[in-house]
């Protein structure tokens, strides 16, 4: 996989990675420790956890970028922060 840049907005600056094997484990470390709601942490950890990112390369081998958005706090709280995150081929 080609050279990627990564970030989660207004946790993690966007950052340049050799591949996204380097990118997944960085952003998994910036949010495994964050309060986020159990269904959720699990759908963020099968995209960018330990044994995960399939869709996310699958996704940038298009050269597209991938993203989702992370709920810290509880989804019902209409005033929980949403942080993206972005993935794309190096620009």
């Not at 946790?11 to 380097?22: A, C, E, Y």
């Not at 998994?28 to 269904?39: D, N, S």
Request: aromatic share 8%; with cysteine; charged share 20%.
């Amino acid at each position: 996989m080609n050279r990627v840049q990564a970030e989660i907005a207004g946790i993690m600056l966007p950052t340049d990675f050799p591949s996204v094997d380097h990118a997944l484990p960085v952003l998994w470390e910036h949010v495994r420790e964050l309060p986020i709601r159990e269904a959720h942490r699990d759908y963020i950890r099968f995209c960018i956890g330990p044994g995960g990112g399939e869709g996310v390369t699958r996704c940038l081998a298009r050269g597209n970028s991938w993203s989702t958005t992370l709920y810290v706090g509880e989804m019902t709280d209409p005033t929980a922060p949403a942080y993206p995150i972005v993935i794309s081929p190096h620009p």
